[in-house]
Nanobody
Framework: QVQLVQSGGGLVQPGGSLKLSCAAS????????VGWFRQAPGKEREFVAR????????YYADSVKDRFTASRDNAKNTVDLQMNSLKYEDTAVYYC????????????????WGQGTQVTVSS
């Protein structure tokens, strides 16, 4: 299956912004439903956001609603996660994943995962 390649992330101060991107290793493949998850140290991986396959329909965890935005960059064939107003508790490894389920929010609903990228919010 096609690999998911993540980019972005890094170190940012509280209140700052970062953008993560998720792309297919084969640029001719359009990503279906894409979910974003994160895993903080000592915690289980949790759902963050989901973007539909064919339209701008999004769904967010309450903890990131109104701060994070998932979108498609059709020119680059990526799915991006724009993260604004970052908080200390947003520190985690972030993963993108794909699913054939429009309503997917559980890890088990996703069958292809990116390599993960670290986001650290620190002053």
């Amino acid at each position: 299956q096609v690999q998911l390649v993540q980019s972005g992330g890094g170190l940012v101060q509280p209140g700052g912004s970062l953008k993560l991107s998720c792309a297919a290793s084969d640029p001719t493949i359009k990503l279906p439903v894409v979910g974003w998850f994160r895993q903080a140290p000592g915690k289980e991986r949790e759902f963050v956001a989901r973007l539909s396959g064919n339209g701008p329909i999004t769904y967010y965890a309450d903890s990131v609603k109104d701060r994070f935005t998932a979108s498609r960059d059709n020119a680059k064939n990526t799915v991006d996660l724009q993260m604004n107003s970052l908080k200390y508790e947003d520190t985690a490894v972030y993963y993108c994943a794909t699913s054939g389920n429009f309503y997917a929010v559980r890890e088990a609903d996703y069958n292809n995962w990116g390599q993960g990228t670290q986001v650290t919010v620190s002053s």
